[in-house]
């Protein structure tokens, strides 16, 4: 079974710009997650899914951070336009439906923002 | 908000030491504690969890106290072995976990 996959592994960007960020959860998984880890912090919650509803988005930043996923498969995070504060790790988990608090993570994005 | 404080950030030990890494919760309503695992260039991995109604679990040199009083939790790993070396992140949750809120990490130096 594949594991979660997160493309780009690694994105260097300038200030301004815009990136976005796939996802693609474990196939089966109603439930997916995106976090960001900043410099030696704790891993920070921004987002959860249900298919393709947005359940809970109380972690996203501000409104220059648009996160999708449409027909309830893989998710984006588009981060237009990009501070430098925006750099990170971005992780991606998912969970099964009947979730038991199990999150299954992908290898993360690095986003730099020079 | 909710908060999970981790201590230490970085802990060094050599091979055959235990370690223990300790962390606090905030919402006392926090109801399940995992641990994750993050190994050089891969995500963090569940290695063992625990939940409200139970004080103590072990699964082989590790194992996780849990003191709701307190609010504290805890990691321990015994007999460690090089391969322990890693960033372990302590985690609370409520309910069936849908919002996980983490630690900062400890990064575990096992020297041989």
């Known amino acids: 079974e594949a594991g979660v996959t997160q493309f780009p592994s690694h994105s260097v960007i300038e200030k301004g710009q815009t990136v976005t960020l796939r996802c693609d959860p474990i196939?089966?998984?109603?439930?997916l997650y995106w976090y960001r880890r900043v410099m030696g912090k704790e891993i920070k919650f921004l987002l959860h899914?249900?298919?393709?509803?947005?359940?809970?988005e109380s972690g996203m930043p501000n409104n220059r951070f648009l996160a999708e996923r449409t027909g309830g498969t893989y998710s984006t995070l588009k981060v237009q336009p990009a501070e430098l504060e925006d750099s990170g790790v971005y992780f991606c988990?998912?969970?099964?439906?009947?979730?038991?608090?199990?999150?299954?993570f992908g290898e993360g994005s690095r986003l730099t923002v020079l | 908000g909710e908060n999970v404080e981790q201590h230490p950030s970085t802990l060094s030990v050599q091979e055959g030491d235990s370690a223990v890494i300790k962390c606090t919760y905030s919402?006392?309503?926090?109801?399940?504690f995992p641990w994750y695992k993050q190994e050089l260039g891969k995500g963090p991995q569940l290695i063992i969890d625990?939940?409200?109604?139970?004080g103590e679990k072990k699964d082989q040199r590790i194992a996780v106290t849990l003191n709701k009083t307190a609010k504290h939790f805890s990691l321990h790993i015994t007999e460690t072995q090089p391969e322990d070396s890693a960033v372990y992140f302590c985690?609370?949750?409520?309910?069936?976990?849908?919002?996980?809120?983490f630690g900062a990490g400890t990064r575990l130096f096992v020297k041989a």
């Open positions: 988990a998912s969970s099964k439906r009947e979730n038991t608090g199990e999150l299954f």
């Open positions: 899914f249900v298919k393709e509803s947005k359940q809970d």
């Open positions: 919402d006392s309503a926090s109801n399940y």
């Open positions: 625990i939940r409200s109604n139970v």
């Open positions: 985690a609370a949750s409520i309910g069936r976990g849908f919002k996980t809120i």
């Open positions: 196939s089966g998984h109603d439930n």
